[in-house]
């Protein structure tokens, strides 16, 4: 069983409109609105992949209320907390026409201490027997970004792996943690590291840096693919996956879509290599 941990839910809206333009009134072609989250996307592709998962996080409010709804209805299964605080909704616009995506995120609710107690002692029901658990997303207000750090050498001290997917202070905080796999894009692990990617060597050093911070796998996702540090048998290999050329419609989410495919290959036994090339095509699939 896999575990996906969302600290920040959200309702995810997402319009189509053509021709969209700043100050003018509009008419949407088309809306979706799904329980949204990174974590929440990466429980849902894993389930389409036919891996076992359970969702778990922080929810509250009605809109917390229908993110569980629209879990139960995708036979998603989930396990929340619910707090006092209202989770958040984030829209997005896609003009097909333009090519362009402008998504607009709340900040989410504030979390108390004793809330987080409960994640927490839940998470430890939960993860009896795990596979993996998986840290993705942004934390709520008045969550210290040590929390993914702290959840993870929790996790590791019971022998459970930890996957983490975030940015910032908690990415950087929960690196040091030494979780076994940490999946940033090529703007976050820039951050990171402190410096900029231009070329092979850049990438080269910007995996190793990663690693020497402490985690145990490297997987940076680009515009073009993907590069990867694996630990295999002691030793650290380095991988290159370039994705399929596509017409993307979004690319948002693809990343969680990556993460999962990842994860359903490990899971079905296959190698680090065939796993990230299964992990970049499913990645550009969902686009």
Same mark, same amino acid.
């Given at each position: 069983?896999?575990?996906?941990?969302?600290?920040?839910?959200? @309702?995810? %809206?997402?319009?189509?409109?053509?021709?969209?333009?700043?100050?003018?009134?509009?008419?949407?072609?088309?809306?979706?609105?799904?329980a949204?989250? =990174?974590? @929440?996307?990466?429980?849902?592709?894993? =389930?389409?992949?036919g891996?076992?998962?359970?969702?778990?996080?922080?929810?509250?409010?009605?809109?917390?209320?229908?993110?569980?709804?629209?879990?139960?209805?995708?036979?998603?299964?989930? *396990?929340?907390?619910?707090?006092?605080?209202?989770?958040?909704?984030?829209?997005?616009?896609?003009?097909?026409t333009?090519?362009?995506?402008?998504?607009?995120?709340?900040?989410?609710?504030?979390?108390?201490?004793?809330?987080? *107690?409960?994640?927490?002692? =839940?998470?430890?029901?939960?993860?009896?027997g795990?596979e993996?658990?998986?840290?993705?997303?942004?934390?709520?207000?008045?969550? *210290?970004?040590?929390?993914?750090?702290?959840?993870? %050498?929790?996790?590791?001290? %019971?022998?459970?792996?930890?996957?983490?997917?975030?940015?910032?202070q908690?990415?950087?905080?929960?690196?040091?943690?030494?979780?076994?796999?940490?999946t940033?894009?090529?703007?976050?692990?820039?951050? +990171?590291v402190?410096?900029?990617?231009?070329?092979?060597?850049?990438?080269?050093?910007?995996?190793?840096?990663?690693?020497? +911070?402490?985690?145990?796998?490297?997987?940076?996702?680009?515009?073009?693919?993907?590069?990867?540090?694996?630990?295999?048998?002691?030793?650290?290999v380095?991988?290159?996956?370039?994705?399929p050329?596509? *017409?993307?419609?979004?690319?948002?989410?693809?990343?969680?879509?990556?993460?999962?495919?990842?994860?359903?290959?490990?899971?079905?036994?296959?190698?680090?290599?065939?796993?990230?090339?299964?992990?970049?095509?499913?990645?550009?699939?969902?686009?």
């Amino acid at each position: 069983m896999i575990v996906t941990v969302t600290l920040n839910a959200a @309702i995810d %809206r997402t319009l189509t409109v053509p021709n969209f333009q700043r100050g003018q009134r509009h008419r949407a072609s088309a809306g979706v609105t799904l329980a949204g989250g =990174k974590g @929440i996307n990466v429980a849902r592709a894993l =389930k389409v992949l036919g891996v076992p998962v359970v969702a778990t996080g922080l929810v509250g409010g009605t809109t917390g209320t229908r993110i569980v709804e629209e879990l139960t209805k995708e036979a998603i299964l989930n *396990d929340f907390v619910h707090i006092e605080g209202e989770s958040r909704t984030s829209t997005a616009v896609v003009d097909p026409t333009g090519g362009t995506y402008t998504e607009i995120n709340e900040w989410g609710p504030a979390v108390r201490a004793d809330e987080l *107690d409960t994640l927490l002692e =839940k998470l430890r029901y939960l993860t009896q027997g795990a596979e993996l658990v998986v840290f993705a997303g942004s934390l709520p207000r008045e969550v *210290d970004p040590d929390f993914y750090a702290e959840a993870t %050498r929790e996790l590791t001290r %019971r022998h459970i792996p930890v996957a983490l997917d975030s940015e910032g202070q908690p990415l950087s905080l929960g690196v040091e943690a030494e979780p076994f796999l940490v999946t940033p894009n090529q703007a976050e692990a820039e951050a +990171l590291v402190g410096q900029e990617f231009h070329d092979d060597e850049d990438f080269r050093n910007g995996l190793d840096t990663v690693a020497e +911070l402490g985690a145990r796998n490297v997987l940076i996702t680009t515009e073009q693919g993907s590069l990867a540090l694996f630990r295999e048998e002691r030793e650290a290999v380095r991988y290159r996956a370039v994705a399929p050329r596509v *017409d993307p419609v979004s690319t948002v989410g693809s990343g969680d879509v990556l993460l999962a495919a990842f994860i359903a290959a490990r899971h079905a036994g296959r190698p680090a290599e065939e796993a990230l090339r299964a992990a970049v095509a499913a990645g550009a699939a969902s686009t």
